[in-house]
Structure formats: structure tokens, C-alpha cells
């Protein structure tokens, strides 16, 4: 386990998807294709534009509009690398064999509430978007992924850019990167207290090995989202 604060990291949030995109606002969640019926740029986690009803956007890996997706008022980060393993014993045997399934990587993100972009994401789109022309088609219909379609789309999930805060140039830090991909949500929790700000809790896990790079600038981020170093 390892605990960021959030003045020392940015995090910043794509679909996994290279076309497919989600937007909302308070009460409603629209799925569709970049560029398409989706081109807003607010940003995840703030009121942009005097805007009141909490909307956002998240777009597609493939956008270049990582930069804008920062998610905001983070207080905390717990990335949490793990081995999921398995204990095996066979009839008549004294030895047990524990054998390892997968990795799982788990990020926790703790955050003042700003707006409703992580409530309607856990109610509604904890699996990202699909396209049922294929994987990761362009056009074709677009749907929120349900977590229980099975087809051959590997392009599910959102996927979460970690960046280290030691240097900047340009939009973001130009410092190690850390791309936790097809990460999908598995809880939300709001705090509520009378005498702090209110907080929530969103945790997303992935058991894809995260992409590492170091140096890394707005440029190489976006070459990030182009899926070749996958």
C-alpha cells in the first residue's frame, strides 16, 4: 500500500474507450461518441462557467484533453498493488499449493464533494461505455457497460493517469506517470459531518499491469491514450 497526498499527485481520468464518452449533470447521464453528441470539456469534479448542476464530462484516452480531466479537491490517494491467490490442496496430500490467480491494483481516492460526477458514475457506469459494433468501434450504438455483457471489447472501464508532482512545464507535470488501465469503481462513500467539509470516497480496481513512464509530458500522456504501449 502506498498513501499520496493530494497537494504531492495529480489524478487525472479518461474512458477507456478511443471514441466512446460519458456526460451528465445532476439527475441525468448521457452516453455517446467523442466528438459526436459529446464535446463539452468541463471538467470531472468542478463547477465550470458559473455552472450550478454539477456537470461534467470524461472523454475518450484517444481525446488529447487529459489535462482536463484533473479531479479535483483530492485530499488523499491509497494505491494498493496485490496478488489475488488461490489455495489448492489435493486428496490424501500434506502439501497445499497457493497459487496465484492475478494481480489486482485498487486506487482510493478521497476527495471533497464538489458535484455528482462520482455518485451517478457508481450508480449508473461503474464498467465505462461499450460500443456494440465492436470493440472500441467508431459510430455504431453506444451503451454504458453493464458488467455483465460479455463480448470480445477490451475496452471497458475508465483509465486513471497517476502523475508525480517534482517538476511542471505546460499544462501538467512533466515527472512520472502512472496509467492504471480498464479501472472500474467498487464502492462510493460520502461523509457527512456538521463541523468539517464534506468528503467522499471512491475506490477503482484494475488487474491490467499499469503503464509506467517517467519524464512524461502532456504529449507523451496523450501518446499514452493511443493504446500501442499496451
Known sequence: MTYFLGKDV??????????GALSGNTG?????????????????????GGDTTGAFVIPVRASGA???????????IDFSPANMNEDLSFFGRNT?????????????????VTNSCFDQLYNSARDGVYNTGGPD??????????????????NFGYRLY?????????????????AICNACI???TRTVS??????????FYSYVQPIMVSGAAETELVALTSGTAI
Open 194 to 203: 456538521p463541523d468539517s467539509a464534506q468528503e467522499e470516497t471512491i475506490e
Open 162 to 178: 497517476l502523475t508525480f508532482k517534482d517538476s511542471t512545464s505546460g499544462a501538467i507535470p512533466t515527472n512520472e506517470v502512472m
Open 66 to 76: 487529459i489535462a482536463k480531466t484533473v479531479i479535483t479537491d483530492v485530499t488523499g
Open 28 to 48: 441525468t447521464l448521457t452516453v455517446g461518441q467523442m466528438g459526436g453528441n459529446i464535446t463539452d470539456t468541463i471538467i470531472p469534479g468542478s463547477n465550470v
Open 96 to 112: 497445499n499449493l497457493s497459487a496465484e490467480i492475478k494481480k489486482e491494483f485498487v486506487v482510493t481516492v478521497t476527495r471533497k
Open 137 to 154: 468501434a467508431s459510430g455504431g450504438t453506444w451503451k454504458i457497460h453493464d458488467g455483465l455483457t460479455t463480448s470480445d471489447n477490451q
Open 186 to 188: 467498487t464502492s462510493h
Open 10 to 19: 495529480d489524478l487525472y481520468i479518461t474512458t477507456e474507450s478511443k471514441y
